[in-house]
């Protein structure tokens, strides 16, 4: 047996993506990889696609808690509730979303946030009233900790939501040239901007840990508590 050359047993051994999607016909510079890691299963999703009301490209990463249903959900409706609330804000601005200021859309980012999350309560409610209740006929064996299980999944979101330049509207090259990004997150994945002229990666995104003092505060303004945190 002959030895590895030295240059390969510096290079990390990364495992093949799970899947790959390119974005979209117009732009073809992006897409996604997943890799599952410990886990027997994946917990993770993504989301990536194109707006066609508001004209904006969409990425989103959602790092799935105690299973993928909390993740899958959000990576199917995250988009919809944005373009709700950008409709919203453009009726209520009556002007173009262009026209609107950023700390508005900022704000529409948010909304869309809690929406999200009230109608993810919501859809677990009616599940479980459904297919999780021993005192359904259909499912009179459902043990309580599947019960558990089910109404605890969660995820992460880190969204990222690009608008192109007025150049790029105007012409028909393709461009990969944007005016605005916005970044909107809940939990601990980042998003990472690269590269600054040093060649290093610039963090978008703010963690919310209980390491974080002011999330630590908001969790205890809500009635939560934070263990070893």
Same mark, same amino acid.
């Given at each position: 047996?002959?030895?590895?050359?030295?240059?390969?047993?510096?290079?990390?051994?990364?495992?093949?993506?799970?899947?790959?999607?390119?974005?979209?016909?117009?732009?073809?510079?992006?897409?996604?990889?997943?890799?599952?890691?410990?886990?027997?299963?994946?917990?993770?999703?993504?989301?990536?696609?194109?707006?066609?009301?508001?004209?904006?490209?969409?990425? $989103?990463?959602?790092?799935?808690?105690?299973?993928?249903?909390?993740? =899958?959900? %959000?990576?199917?409706? +995250? *988009? &919809? !509730?944005?373009?709700?609330?950008l409709a919203r804000l453009s009726y209520e601005n009556n002007s173009s979303i262009d026209a609107v200021n950023n700390t508005a859309i900022?704000?529409?980012?948010?909304?869309?946030?809690?929406?999200?999350?009230?109608?993810?309560?919501?859809?677990?409610?009616?599940?479980? $009233?459904?297919?999780?209740?021993?005192?359904?006929?259909?499912?009179? =064996?459902? %043990?309580?900790?599947? +019960? *558990? &299980? !089910?109404?605890?999944?969660?995820?992460?979101?880190?969204?990222?939501?690009?608008?192109?330049?007025?150049?790029?509207?105007?012409?028909?090259?393709?461009?990969?040239?944007?005016?605005?990004?916005?970044?909107?997150?809940?939990?601990?994945?980042?998003?990472?901007?690269?590269?600054?002229?040093?060649?290093?990666?610039?963090?978008?995104?703010?963690?919310?840990?209980?390491?974080?003092?002011?999330?630590?505060?908001r969790v205890h303004a809500a009635g939560g508590f934070v263990d070893e945190g």
């Amino acid at each position: 047996l002959s030895e590895p050359p030295r240059s390969n047993l510096l290079q990390p051994q990364l495992p093949e993506c799970l899947s790959e999607h390119s974005l979209m016909p117009v732009d073809k510079h992006s897409g996604w990889c997943d890799m599952r890691g410990r886990r027997k299963y994946m917990e993770d999703t993504t989301a990536v696609g194109h707006s066609l009301n508001f004209n904006y490209n969409y990425y $989103a990463v959602f790092d799935g808690h105690y299973g993928i249903r909390a993740a =899958n959900f %959000a990576s199917r409706n +995250l *988009r &919809s !509730f944005i373009d709700d609330e950008l409709a919203r804000l453009s009726y209520e601005n009556n002007s173009s979303i262009d026209a609107v200021n950023n700390t508005a859309i900022e704000k529409a980012l948010s909304r869309a946030f809690v929406q999200l999350d009230e109608s993810y309560i919501a859809y677990e409610d009616v599940l479980q $009233a459904k297919y999780y209740n021993n005192t359904n006929p259909e499912y009179p =064996n459902t %043990a309580p900790d599947r +019960l *558990r &299980s !089910f109404r605890n999944s969660g995820s992460t979101i880190t969204s990222v939501v690009l608008f192109p330049s007025l150049d790029m509207m105007a012409s028909s090259a393709l461009s990969i040239e944007y005016s605005t990004v916005y970044v909107a997150n809940i939990g601990d994945s980042h998003a990472i901007l690269c590269c600054d002229k040093s060649g290093l990666g610039l963090l978008l995104t703010t963690d919310h840990t209980p390491y974080n003092d002011e999330e630590k505060e908001r969790v205890h303004a809500a009635g939560g508590f934070v263990d070893e945190g």
